[in-house]
C-alpha cells in the first residue's frame, strides 16, 4: 500500500476543515511585478526523500504536486553541508566559508548576520513588501552568549530585515525549548525565570546522561543529546525555569503552521516574503501522533510525511486566497540527510531500503554530492510549468535575483557571491552558475560536469552518523555526468582540470 493511502481520510477531513476555515476571496493581488515569494525551508531532508526525486519507499503527493506545477531542479546547491551556515549563506549572500563564527551554532549563540548589511529580507522590506520568519532561525540573538531570556532578546530577525518573527532560537535538540515572536520569549511568568548555559549545568532539572530511565526516546551514545530533558527527551545544554514557555515537540510542527497561515491571510492584500523554516526531519523526531507509524521508516520518515502534508496546506491556502496567480513557492533543504543524528527513532533500524540521498554520495556533513545536492522546486506565477533543469543553482543567488526582479541595487562589496539568476529560477533561462564552491569542512568546486574537492587531513568518515566525509589528503576530481555517485577519482588522468579548478578555488579564496 502506498504510505500515504492511510492518511487520505484523515488529510481529507483536515482540508475540507481548513478550507472552511480560509473562505476564498475575490480580491486577489494584481501587481505581477511584485509576487509574494514563499520560501518553505526543509531540515535536513535528502535529495532521496522526496518521491517526486525518485524515492520508492517514501511517498510526498504535495511535494510532487509542486514540482508538477513547477519547475524541479536537479543541480541545485546549499552552500553548506550543514544548517547554520546555509542559512547564512542565504541570508547574506555570501559563503559562510568566508566568515568565521558560521559553524553549527548553540542555541545561546550571538546573532551572526550583520545587521548594517543587506540581507535578503531587506531586499523585500525597500521593494515595498512585509517580511516575515516562521519556524527555525537558528542564527544566533542578541549581541552576546550570555543573555537574558526574560527580556527583550534583540538583535535578532526583526533587525536584519524581518517585520515579524515567530521562531524556536536554534533547533530542536537544543535548549532553550522556547518559541519567541519578536523579541520575546512566548508564556513568561515573572516566577519563573529562563536560565540556559552550555558549559556548567543549571537548576535541578534531570539530565538524559544521569536518568536515562525518563527518557521517552533514547538518546545515541556519544552524540551529546543527554543534557536537559525536556518532554522526556534529552537536548543539548542546559536550561532552567520558563516551565510554561516549553513546547511540546508534537505540537511545534502544527504550531509553526498556524502562525504561518495567519500571516498570509493576514497579508493577503500586500506583497509579501515569507520564510517558512521547518523542523522536518531533523532530530529529535517527534512528530504529531497522526503521522506516528505512518511511513514504515520510523520517526524519520513520519516526519517526512508531516512536512509533505504541511506543505500541502500552503498550497491549498494560497489557491483558497485566490492568490495562486500572483504568488510563488520554492521549497528546498538546508543540506543534505542523515540518519542517527543523536537519538535512537527507527531512522536506521527501520530504514526499509530508503536511500535519502538517492544516488548521491555522502550526506548532511560531507563535501561529497550528498551534503549540499538538494531538492529545489520553484512554482507559480510565471514559472515555467512541469519542466525539470538542470541549471547550476544555489540558494546563495536569491538575494541577487531577487534584488534584480525587483530592481533594488545591492550596496557595492555586499552580497558578492550571489548572483541573479531569477530567469533561471523561473525555467526561462537555462543557463546557471559556470561554477559553485561546496562547503563542508574543506571546500570542493562544481563547474560543468567536473567536481574538484581539495586535499584534505580532516577525517574521510563520521562513525557517529555513518557518513563519509569526503576528505582525503589528495586532490579528487569526478566526471559528474558519467558518475554522479563520486565513486571514481580521476585527478591523476586530467591533471590539467584538477589545475583549473584548483585555479578557480584559489581565486575566490583571494576575494
Not at 533594488?408 to 562589496?413: A, M, Y
Not at 581539495?454 to 557517529?464: D, H, I, Q, T, V
Amino acid at each position: 500500500m502506498n504510505t500515504s493511502d492511510t492518511l487520505k481520510p484523515w488529510l481529507k477531513i483536515a482540508s475540507i476543515s481548513f478550507l472552511l476555515l480560509a473562505p476564498v476571496t475575490g480580491h486577489a493581488q494584481q501587481n505581477t511585478s511584485k509576487p509574494n515569494i514563499i520560501y518553505i525551508y526543509a531540515d535536513d531532508l535528502g535529495y532521496g526523500d522526496v518521491s517526486a526525486y525518485g524515492a520508492g519507499k517514501l511517498q510526498t503527493p504535495n511535494l510532487d504536486r509542486l514540482a508538477a506545477s513547477g519547475i524541479r531542479f536537479t543541480n541545485a546547491h546549499t552552500t553548506s553541508a550543514t544548517c547554520t551556515p546555509s542559512r547564512y549563506g542565504l541570508m547574506t549572500g555570501i559563503y559562510p566559508w568566508r566568515q568565521q563564527g558560521t559553524g553549527v551554532l548553540p542555541g545561546d549563540a550571538k546573532l551572526i548576520i550583520p545587521t548594517d548589511r543587506i540581507s535578503l529580507p531587506k531586499v523585500f522590506k525597500q521593494a515595498g513588501y512585509h517580511t516575515a520568519v516562521v519556524g527555525k532561525w537558528h542564527l544566533g540573538l542578541g549581541t552576546q552568549v550570555k543573555k537574558d531570556w526574560n527580556k527583550d532578546v534583540k538583535p535578532g530577525p526583526n533587525e536584519v530585515g524581518f517585520d515579524y518573527s515567530f521562531i524556536f532560537p536554534a533547533t530542536a535538540d537544543r535548549v532553550p525549548t522556547v518559541f519567541m515572536e519578536n523579541h520575546r520569549v512566548l508564556g513568561l511568568e515573572e516566577g519563573d525565570p529562563i536560565e540556559v548555559d552550555y558549559q556548567h549545568i543549571v537548576g535541578n532539572d534531570p539530565t538524559g546522561k544521569e536518568h536515562p530511565e525518563l527518557l521517552k526516546m533514547q538518546s545515541s551514545p556519544e552524540h551529546g543529546h543527554n543534557q536537559t530533558i525536556v518532554n522526556g527527551i534529552g537536548r543539548i545544554g542546559y536550561m532552567s525555569g520558563g516551565y510554561r514557555t516549553r513546547w511540546v515537540d508534537e505540537e511545534v510542527s502544527t504550531t509553526f503552521l498556524s502562525v504561518a497561515q495567519d500571516y498570509i491571510k493576514k497579508n493577503k492584500e500586500n506583497p509579501f516574503f515569507l520564510y517558512f523554516a521547518l523542523t522536518e526531519p531533523h532530530v529529535p523526531r517527534m512528530p504529531a501522533t497522526i503521522f506516528k507509524g505512518k511511513s514504515g521508516l520510523g520517526y524519520r520518515g513520519d516526519a517526512i510525511l508531516q512536512l509533505d502534508w504541511t506543505v500541502g496546506q500552503i498550497i491549498d491556502q494560497v489557491e483558497a486566497l485566490g492568490l495562486a496567480d500572483n504568488t510563488i513557492i520554492i521549497f528546498s533543504s538546508d543540506n543534505g540527510p542523515v540518519l542517527d543524528d543523536g537519538y535512537q527513532d527507527g531512522a536506521v533500524t527501520q530504514r526499509n531500503g530508503h536511500m535519502p540521498a538517492g544516488s548521491l554520495r555522502g550526506g548532511k556533513y560531507s563535501i561529497f554530492e550528498g551534503g549540499t545536492r538538494v531538492p529545489f522546486i520553484v512554482s507559480g506565477a510565471g514559472v515555467a510549468k512541469g519542466t525539470t533543469s538542470d541549471a547550476l543553482i544555489c540558494q546563495i543567488d536569491l538575494l541577487a535575483s531577487i534584488s534584480n526582479m525587483l530592481g533594488q541595487p545591492i550596496p557595492k562589496g555586499e552580497a558578492f557571491d550571489s548572483q541573479a539568476l531569477w530567469g533561471t529560477f523561473l525555467g526561462k533561462d537555462k543557463q546557471g552558475r559556470s561554477h559553485l564552491i561546496e562547503h563542508a569542512g574543506s571546500l570542493g568546486v562544481i563547474k560543468g560536469n567536473w567536481k574538484y574537492i581539495e586535499p584534505s587531513n580532516g577525517r574521510a568518515y563520521a562513525k557517529l552518523t555513518d557518513t563519509e566525509l569526503g576528505n582525503a589528503p589528495n586532490p579528487q576530481l569526478y566526471d559528474l555526468s558519467k558518475d554522479i555517485g563520486e565513486k571514481n577519482n580521476v585527478a591523476a588522468k586530467h591533471p590539467e582540470v584538477v589545475k583549473e579548478l584548483a585555479a578557480v578555488l584559489a581565486d575566490e579564496r583571494s576575494k
